[in-house]
């Protein structure tokens, strides 16, 4: 791991929402003005869609250059274009629709009745090329070194769709796989693997409510990433914990700094 992960606590969800899109605003504007543009990796959930939603409702959001940003997702569940359940469907809703995109920057993961039909691992397999033909020398791999990359902690400690025993948290070469049998609806699933959640720069990962405590505290406990894949998400440079007070609840005070008055 790169470094002790960073632990920061908000009041409640809606605050760390609000906060989290601030963060996520600077640093969009930090890598475009040093490299003329951004990438950034989305994640879905009622906090990563409550990020978005924050962040459209902000006015620092017209900071941002949204035709010079790159935006890919962490993992989407594998149903048909528009499905309400897909996480492009939802951030589009949330965002993505408000913002002036470049089209050919949104780097969604195909639907079950795209281009590979229901051919889960073709379609793993197309996501995992996309992103090796946006990788730079300098990135040194398969992936492009993301800016950011958002990840929602799920309460079995799931990231993305990397569940806790499952091959998918094991697979250790490729840099996207498609996910049999995931112990949450639908079954079936496309994600990255931990490799190339590691390639990012900075890594942040959310988590909000009583039921998410648990698993907070067991990933930062030091637990191994096959029981706890939270635990194996971290960045090349820095790992932030974004969380409120109820799901950092059983966490060590010693962990985190002193809310502000």
């Given at each position: 791991m790169t470094g002790t992960p960073q632990v920061s606590v908000h009041h409640d969800k809606d605050e760390m929402a609000r906060a989290t899109a601030g963060r996520l605003t600077a640093r969009i504007v930090d890598a475009q003005t040093a490299r003329g543009t951004a990438s950034v990796v989305l994640t879905g959930g009622r906090n990563g869609n409550g990020l978005l939603a924050a962040l459209a409702s902000s006015a620092a959001r017209d900071s941002i250059d949204w035709s010079r940003i790159d935006l890919w997702w962490g993992d989407e569940r594998f149903l048909p274009e528009g499905d309400p359940e897909r996480n492009?469907?939802?951030?589009?809703?949330?965002?993505?629709?408000?913002?002036?995109?470049?089209?050919?920057?949104?780097?969604?993961?195909?639907?079950?009745?795209?281009?590979?039909?229901?051919?889960?691992?073709?379609?793993?397999?197309?996501?995992?090329?996309?992103?090796?033909?946006?990788?730079?020398?300098?990135?040194?791999?398969?992936?492009?070194?993301?800016?950011?990359?958002?990840?929602?902690?799920?309460?079995?400690?799931?990231?993305?769709?990397?569940?806790?025993?499952?091959?998918?948290?094991?697979?250790?070469?490729?840099?996207?796989?498609?996910?049999?049998?995931?112990?949450?609806?639908?079954?079936?699933?496309?994600?990255?693997?931990?490799?190339?959640?590691?390639?990012?720069?900075?890594?942040?990962?959310?988590?909000?409510?009583?039921?998410?405590?648990d698993a907070v505290a067991l990933a930062l406990s030091g637990a191994g990433e096959v029981q706890a894949p939270a635990a194996g998400a971290y960045g090349r440079s820095r790992t932030l914990w974004l969380l409120d007070e109820a799901a950092a609840a059983r966490l060590p005070r010693d962990m985190y700094p002193p809310a502000l008055s």
């Open positions: 492009v469907t939802q951030a589009r809703e949330a965002l993505l629709d408000a913002v002036p995109l470049d089209p050919a920057r949104v780097h969604a993961m195909a639907a079950s009745d795209g281009p590979f039909g229901n051919d889960v691992e073709a379609a793993a397999d197309a996501y995992a090329a996309e992103l090796a033909a946006a990788s730079r020398p300098e990135d040194h791999g398969s992936v492009p070194a993301f800016d950011v990359l958002l990840l929602g902690v799920g309460p079995d400690t799931h990231v993305a769709s990397l569940f806790p025993e499952h091959p998918g948290v094991r697979e250790t070469e490729r840099a996207v796989v498609g996910v049999h049998g995931a112990p949450k609806p639908p079954p079936v699933r496309i994600s990255l693997t931990l490799p190339a959640i590691r390639a990012a720069r900075e890594v942040w990962l959310l988590a909000a409510g009583e039921d998410k405590a």
